[in-house]
């Protein structure tokens, strides 16, 4: 199989299946972790260049939604075996223009190719459901929504690009994909993949927020499925007009620690770490507030800055680094004013807040703030974590909920009736009984409630977002259809 990428060149686009050179726009990519360091080139799409992409998605839909299941599950199959072709590539690529440590990069290639592998064996594909209600037949399929539009975001630049595209390939549809700035030559060589996997309806298009703007506007597009913030997620809602909408926003996520054999304490506070150092905190699950009983403060808040203090800081591409470089200079520097801010509000640093060099920042900890402080109510998509205590389980229920996002939240218990009430309780879309809430599996539904998003991704109900329900009813020859 050829390379990924053309060595030394400007990488393409890809329109309808086909690379396009768009010489009137240039993107540089640049590595977090060296932001002088030049990772690539791309062509950009530009306002010219709107009208082809339209066109090749119409085009690409009438022609792909007459494929059958087995067809679509064979390109889903031979795109999962290019991954895995290709693995150590991607992976670096991914370390390269993302700064996710080489190790999370491998495990998130992995985990495309086997969410890809879910998609190509998920038999909802081709059910069709049979009644027969009033003396009349009536089937209901699921049919292909249209063309999809899809932006994703930078910190999973290969398997959160794959929640769209595989979905979008079993139910039959096109895709255009709009990768984050910063990311994009890994959106591409999933592309590359894609077409010699046999898919031609897909484009990837990294373009200017305006002219991604512009493709929203379209009436071509009957699904818009985002990743990113709330901010730019809620504004672009506002142009879909009548398209069908998954909204995957951010988080804050709470982890309450209320009880637990004495025997796990470090085991406890090395996953929390995790949950909330782990590749810079840029996660929307990233634990951003710990929530401690206060019969073990004292005991898991000393295990937690042992933890914090036993995270590796340093080149992303080196296999033990944990924690590596924000993505841009301009997070570095938005996460030290954050950390200064809260400090010169009353907050105590536990444990670092400096900086490990002039790109990366050593993991945080803080406490003595308040739960509505703004650094608890914004998400900061760094590493940074609060640590807060109550004294009964159900003050501790409401101080996770008293956020403006509902992704998931994570809660330590033996106790199987405070696990019920914390699923009942916590105002989140998931609830992870005795781990972080930085853990999510593939193939179950995942998204938030609140300013966290709508809808939801994952195997299990991801084909449901990429098709839309068409029913026929048989009338007897006689029937009386008035």
Known sequence: MSTLLQPAAVQPLWIGGAPVAAADAELQVFNPADPAREVGRCYQLGRD???????????????????????RCAILARLADGIDAHAEGLAKLITREAGKPIA???AETARASALCRAYAYEPAIAEDRFFRLEGREAWVRRAPIGPVLAITPFNFPLNLVMHKLAPAIAAGNSIVIKPASTTPLTALALAKLAVE??????SVTPCAPAVAEHLLASDVFRKFSFTGSADVGQRLKALCGMKDVTLELGGSAACLIEDYDSEQTHEIARRVAQGAFWYAGQICI????ILIHKRHAEEMTAALIEAARAMRVGDPMDPQTDV????T?????????LIKSALEQGANALYGGNSYNTYTMNPCLLNRVAPDAAINQQEAFAPLATVMTYERF???????NQSPYGLQAGVYTNDARKARAAFDAL???GVLINDIPTFRLDYLPYGGVKNSGIGREGVLCGLDSMTTLKTLISFPPSADVR
């Not at 200079?329 to 004013?337: G, K, Q, V, W």
């Not at 159900?394 to 996770?400: H, T, V, Y």
């Open 49 to 71: 260049g709107v009208a082809y992409a339209l066109k090749a998605a119409e085009e690409g839909f009438q022609r792909f939604r007459r494929s059958s299941p087995a067809e």
């Open 104 to 106: 999370l990069s491998r």
């Open 197 to 202: 996997a046999g898919y031609e309806a897909i």
């Open 286 to 289: 990233s634990v951003q507030r």
């Open 324 to 327: 590596g470089p924000l993505i």
């Open 329 to 337: 200079p301009e997070d570095f520097f938005r996460t030290r004013r």
């Open 394 to 400: 159900e003050e501790g229920l409401s101080i996770a």
């Open 427 to 429: 105002d989140v879309g």
